[in-house]
């Protein structure tokens, strides 16, 4: 690949290589193709109107020859970047060794490898309880897998999911889904869901915020659990994102993970862990439960495990490993390519020290954001852990019913396109979509880091009010 768009970005006005400047994007004959043949359900080339050519690293080059420093990384499926050579030679070598593309469920050396490379990825004291069930090739899979685990194995249906969760969009794993947009016109989805309050400061559920809000959060779950008035059967498990995704980067901190830990071993309920997005890395630690000392029940990752290629899998206590034979399948649960480019993928991780890497380059970051929220009242918060960070775009002259920041989406949306035109991809998500969101590769440079600080404090200005 030339080497153009592999260039680091300069921290400044200059616009780095491949990057022509502020300015629109005519449509080109492949945006226009897409716009005639593919469905409506299209959502990412709506914010992002380009047709990507080629791409290394974090950086993308689209048909124009326009270069962007990706801070999307796939949603978070892209560890390494793009085009990484390490994994593209080990693909390439995997194919001339006559790998097979997938082999159901039956082993192989690289399978066995695989599962080497994720058993060391994990905390010791899970891990030597642990075994691994590989299920179809996304994240969405692995949540369905999960939830049928847990209620075969306690015999009971109810399932607890959290405020602003995002675990997928099959049927279960919507079900389980905070925002009410993604449900409006669904009918017919998984029953038995009951939902409680997330901690999330700046909205907090309890009008408190911070240790106060957590400890209310931790009462109240508890009391619902206990409270035979409730209204809430036993459930059979909790799921729960350690940092939630989708729903706006909110980090749960230690000390109520602990407390939701302590919980449910207290009533015999499953904890399920959903790293599909925050896992390998992301938050700075290996996995982001780790931040608070605990152990899973259950422990769904997909997205970087991979290596940027499709695979799920779950990894429990063997205690809990209560499926018969054959009791849950899916034919491209062994995709061997996928293994290979995930074996590699931590193997790279650990020698280059990445997951350092990414709580530096996160708190670089964050740092740098934070210095902008001092500068923009617009920035209600800057949150998150490690390479998963998000900023809080609200109305500073308005509040909504409840005295809380009002969410400003428009505005948001604003500052997403013109950090586009500034060479720079970043993500919505949160409630209303007013929360923007950082991904960006594990390797990401330091000069990146503040490259991609300056395109976004370049767009919060020109867009600001």
Request: glycine share 10%.
């Amino acid at each position: 690949m030339n080497s153009t768009i592999a260039t680091r970005p300069l921290a400044g006005p200059q616009a780095f290589p491949g990057h022509r400047g502020d300015y629109d994007f005519p449509q080109d004959q492949t945006l226009g193709n897409q716009e005639k043949l593919e469905s409506a359900v299209r959502s990412y080339p709506r914010r992002f109107p380009i047709s990507i050519k080629r791409a290394a690293g974090a950086m993308i080059e689209d048909t124009r020859g326009q270069a962007y420093l990706d801070c999307l990384s796939g949603a978070g499926a892209l560890p390494l970047g793009h085009s990484h050579p390490e994994i593209n030679q080990e693909i390439v070598a995997q194919l001339n060794a006559g790998l097979p593309y997938q082999t159901l469920d039956v082993t192989t050396p690289v399978k066995d490898a695989f599962v080497q490379e994720v058993m060391a990825f994990l905390p010791q004291s899970f891990a030597q309880e642990a075994c691994i069930q590989f299920c179809g090739p996304s994240g969405s899979d692995a949540v369905e897998a999960a939830l049928k685990l847990a209620k075969l194995y306690t015999g009971r249906s109810n399932i607890v999911a959290f405020h602003g969760a995002y675990h997928g969009m099959t049927n279960g794993s919507l079900a389980l889904m905070g925002n009410l947009n993604a449900k409006a016109r669904r009918s017919g989805l998984m029953p038995d869901v009951h939902f409680l309050p997330f901690p999330y400061s700046l909205r907090c559920k309890f009008g408190l915020g911070g240790e106060a809000g957590e400890r209310a959060s931790i009462r109240y779950i508890e009391s619902v659990l206990h409270d035979q008035e409730s209204g809430i059967v036993k459930p059979a498990a909790i799921i729960l994102e350690p940092i939630q995704g989708e729903g706006g980067v909110i980090p749960a901190s230690p000390a109520w993970l602990k407390e939701i830990r302590r919980i449910t071993s207290e009533l015999g309920i499953l904890l399920i862990l959903d790293e599909i997005q925050c896992g390998i890395g992301r938050s700075g630690r290996n996995f982001a439960f780790e931040y608070a000392g605990i152990d899973p029940d259950i422990l769904v990752l997909s997205k970087a495990v991979g290596g940027g290629l499709p695979l799920s899998c779950l990894v429990f206590k063997k205690k809990f490993d209560a499926w018969n034979a054959g009791e849950h399948a899916g034919t491209f649960r062994g995709n061997q390519l996928a293994m290979a480019a995930g074996a590699k993928t931590l193997q790279i991780i650990r020698r280059d020290d990445l997951v350092a890497n990414a709580a530096h380059r996160g708190e670089r970051l964050a740092a740098r954001l934070r210095e902008l929220q001092r500068e923009q009242p617009c920035i209600a918060e800057v949150r998150g852990r490690g390479l998963m960070l998000g900023v809080e775009i609200v109305d500073p002259r308005k509040a909504d019913a409840l005295g809380q920041p009002l969410a400003h989406p428009e505005l948001a949306n604003r500052i997403q396109h013109t950090a586009l035109k500034h060479g720079l991809i970043i993500e919505k998500g949160g409630r209303h979509g007013a929360v923007l969101r950082f991904l960006p590769p594990l390797n990401i440079t330091e000069q990146q880091v503040d490259y991609a600080a300056w395109a976004f404090a370049q767009a919060v200005r020109l867009c600001g009010e």
